[in-house]
């Protein structure tokens, strides 16, 4: 059963950095491309950020690029999301799936950026 949980996340003011955790459990992990998603309140899932099982491709949303890092550990089977220079449009609960949004959800982590 896949079991995804999220961690990492907090209040933090704009132009700072949060680093998000995936820790993922319950299928092949390294075989599995992976992706981060967030939900602001009022509007839809979308996804950030994305990233092959090697590591070897990353691709982001517009919104983030140059600003968030994804990165993963197939040893430990987690996933990372380095998120700097923050902007209040960034809050949002932060999940993470595989590459297409399929499996199940976890419960997010919160991300509140403000002064």
């Known amino acids: 059963q896949v079991q995804l949980v999220e961690s990492g996340g907090g209040l933090v003011q704009p132009g700072g950095s949060l680093r998000l955790s995936c820790a993922a459990s319950?299928?092949?992990?390294?075989?599995?491309?992976m992706s981060w998603w967030r939900q602001a309140p009022g509007k839809e899932r979308e996804w950030v950020a994305r990233?092959?099982?090697?590591?070897?491709?990353?691709i982001y949303a517009d919104s983030v690029k140059g600003r968030f890092t994804i990165s993963r550990d197939n040893a430990k089977n987690l996933m990372y999301l380095q998120m700097d220079s923050l902007k209040p449009e960034d809050t949002a609960a932060y999940y993470c799936?595989?590459?297409?949004?399929?499996?199940?959800w976890g419960q997010g982590t919160q991300v509140t950026v403000s002064s």
């Open positions: 990233i092959t099982p090697s590591s070897a491709t990353t």
């Open positions: 319950g299928f092949s992990f390294r075989s599995n491309a």
């Open positions: 799936n595989n590459w297409g949004g399929t499996w199940s």
